[in-house]
């Protein structure tokens, strides 16, 4: 419980200067753009967009003087906040710019800087929600967030995983596993069906352990997202009904119509955790499976990843929404995923838009209270010079960040 206690002191007392965040009011407060997307696949010209008690109360086109409370974004697209739907916000390179692991020696207060600091990086960055799964440290950054103690995105987390092992792998001890993170407060369960892609990727659950883990989330009211590489790692998850699959590099045509045809959000990874590992080798080389035939792999893997955005793009019905799987290095790169998409992926700007932002909410849950720019939604906001959907990099360079009707940034000649 010290410990505990330490860490939310350390977040409190070493990062809260970089915030200058500034209070949601509750008097109305106007943003006027040159443009807006709504989230949900519309455009429009110059708006003004009314906020007051931390949520959207009115969008209207901007015509007549400026208001005295307003804030002026000319030339700039407001779009809602950005979310990303697999991250790892406690994963970060240590003072010896390797990746930290529990025998590094680095202390829990130094730990707990790196979370902060991960998590402040994502929200400048315009991610404004983000899931974090993998990781019990979530459950402390998560509270210090809510209590704006530190500057974050909303923060959703699984606080661990299952694999076929979980309590000996019998359908009951998987399924008081997903009870035992329901009681800690996790938000999601977070399975993993496959093995890595530096292990191969090949399915590790059988139909019994995946229908007792995402079956008993299902009963707790719980989503469950399920790491999965292999075609039939998929097949095996959507029988199970589970929520969401993670990676599915090794997807193929019957496994996304599968998909589509149950409903299954789909978050496949364009680039940014491959290019992540193999540009920065010595940070993650020697550690577990980080070794020369996982990079080999890693390498084989890029162009599959990039085909397969394009194929879950063209899949009829298929639901792809966004997750980066953002590790140590790629905190507040998470929009060069998007710009993989793109460029790589072949899909159109609006819809990699859409996947991070509505269809992401949805996918969470969340669909009434974040992801679009619509009068009763929360008052996640950000801006970019020009317009996205004519160059999207312009997101990798956002210069308004608003949660909640809280503003963290706001540099618009950036």
Same mark, same amino acid.
């Given at each position: 419980?010290?410990?505990?206690?330490?860490?939310?002191?350390?977040?409190?007392?070493?990062?809260?200067?970089?915030?200058?965040?500034?209070?949601?009011?509750?008097?109305?407060?106007?943003?006027?753009?040159?443009?807006?997307?709504?989230?949900?696949? =519309?455009?429009?010209?110059?708006?003004?967009?009314? /906020?007051? *008690?931390?949520?959207?109360?009115?969008?209207?086109?901007?015509?007549?003087?400026?208001?005295?409370?307003?804030?002026?974004?000319?030339?700039?697209?407001?779009?809602?906040?950005?979310?990303?739907?697999?991250?790892?916000?406690?994963?970060? /390179?240590?003072?010896?710019?390797?990746?930290?692991?529990?025998?590094?020696?680095?202390?829990?207060?130094?730990?707990?800087?790196?979370? $902060?600091? %991960?998590?402040?990086?994502?929200? @400048?960055?315009?991610?404004?929600?983000?899931?974090?799964?993998?990781?019990?440290?979530?459950?402390?950054?998560?509270?210090?967030?809510? +209590? @704006?103690?530190?500057?974050?995105?909303?923060?959703?987390?699984?606080?661990?995983?299952?694999?076929?092992?979980?309590?000996?792998?019998?359908? *009951?001890?998987?399924?008081?596993?997903?009870? !035992?993170?329901?009681?800690?407060?996790?938000? /999601?369960?977070?399975?993993?069906?496959?093995?890595?892609? !530096?292990?191969?990727?090949?399915?590790?659950?059988?139909? $019994?352990?995946?229908?007792?883990?995402?079956?008993?989330?299902?009963?707790?009211?719980?989503?469950?997202?399920?790491?999965?590489?292999?075609?039939?790692?998929?097949?095996?998850?959507?029988?199970?009904?589970?929520?969401?699959?993670?990676?599915?590099?090794?997807a193929d045509s019957?496994?996304?119509?599968?998909?589509?045809?149950?409903?299954?959000?789909?978050?496949?990874?364009c680039g940014l955790?491959?290019?992540?590992?193999? *540009?920065?080798?010595?940070?993650?080389?020697?550690?577990?499976?980080? %070794?020369?035939?996982?990079?080999?792999?890693?390498?084989? =893997?890029?162009?599959?990843?990039?085909?397969?955005? !394009?194929?879950?793009?063209?899949?009829?019905? &298929?639901?792809?929404?966004?997750?980066t799987d953002a590790? $140590?290095?790629?905190?507040?790169?998470?929009? *060069?995923?998007?710009?993989?998409?793109?460029?790589?992926?072949?899909?159109?700007?609006?819809?990699?838009?859409?996947?991070?932002?509505?269809?992401?909410?949805?996918?969470?849950? &969340?669909?009434?209270?974040?992801?679009?720019?619509?009068?009763?939604?929360?008052?996640?906001?950000?801006?970019?010079?020009?317009?996205?959907?004519?160059?999207?990099?312009?997101?990798? +360079?956002?210069?308004?960040?608003?949660?909640?009707?809280?503003?963290?940034?706001?540099?618009?000649?950036?």
């Open positions: 419980m010290r410990t505990r206690r330490a860490l939310c002191g350390l977040l409190l007392l070493g990062v809260m200067p970089l915030a200058s965040a500034l209070p949601a009011q509750s008097v109305a407060t106007v943003i006027r753009v040159s443009s807006l997307i709504d989230g949900a696949g =519309a455009q429009r010209g110059p708006s003004d967009v009314e /906020v007051r *008690d931390g949520r959207i109360v009115a969008v209207r086109d901007a015509v007549g003087a400026l208001p005295t409370n307003a804030v002026e974004l000319s030339g700039h697209t407001l779009l809602p906040g950005l979310i990303d739907t697999h991250v790892h916000l406690a994963w970060y /390179v240590n003072a010896q710019d390797r990746l930290h692991t529990a025998s590094d020696g680095e202390s829990a207060q130094i730990q707990a800087l790196n979370w $902060a600091a %991960n998590a402040w990086a994502t929200l @400048r960055a315009g991610f404004t929600t983000v899931q974090s799964i993998g990781e019990p440290e979530n459950k402390w950054l998560r509270k210090a967030i809510t +209590r @704006r103690l530190i500057p974050g995105p909303r923060l959703l987390t699984s606080l661990g995983s299952l694999n076929e092992r979980t309590g000996g792998g019998s359908p *009951d001890s998987l399924r008081a596993a997903v009870r !035992r993170f329901k009681a800690e407060g996790a938000d /999601v369960i977070k399975i993993f069906a496959s093995a890595s892609i !530096r292990d191969g990727g090949a399915p590790t659950m059988t139909d $019994a352990q995946l229908d007792a883990a995402c079956g008993e989330a299902r009963a707790l009211g719980l989503r469950s997202i399920v790491h999965a590489h292999a075609a039939e790692a998929i097949a095996r998850a959507v029988r199970a009904r589970c929520t969401q699959v993670e990676h599915g590099v090794f019957t496994a996304r119509a599968v998909m589509a045809m149950a409903g299954t959000y789909f978050d496949p990874q955790v491959f290019r992540n590992y193999l *540009d920065n080798r010595p940070r993650f080389d020697g550690i577990g499976n980080y %070794n020369a035939a996982g990079f080999a792999a890693m390498e084989r =893997a890029l162009p599959l990843a990039e085909r397969g955005i !394009r194929d879950a793009y063209a899949a009829r019905g &298929l639901k792809m929404v966004f997750g590790v $140590a290095g790629a905190h507040g790169r998470n929009a *060069d995923e998007l710009v993989c998409r793109v460029r790589q992926g072949g899909q159109s700007a609006m819809a990699a838009i859409t996947s991070a932002t509505s269809l992401a909410a949805e996918s969470m849950g &969340l669909e009434r209270e974040i992801g679009r720019i619509a009068p009763g939604y929360a008052a996640d906001l950000i801006a970019v010079s020009g317009n996205p959907l004519d160059d999207i990099e312009r997101l990798t +360079r956002v210069t308004f960040v608003m949660k909640g009707g809280v503003i963290y940034r706001n540099d618009p000649r950036r």
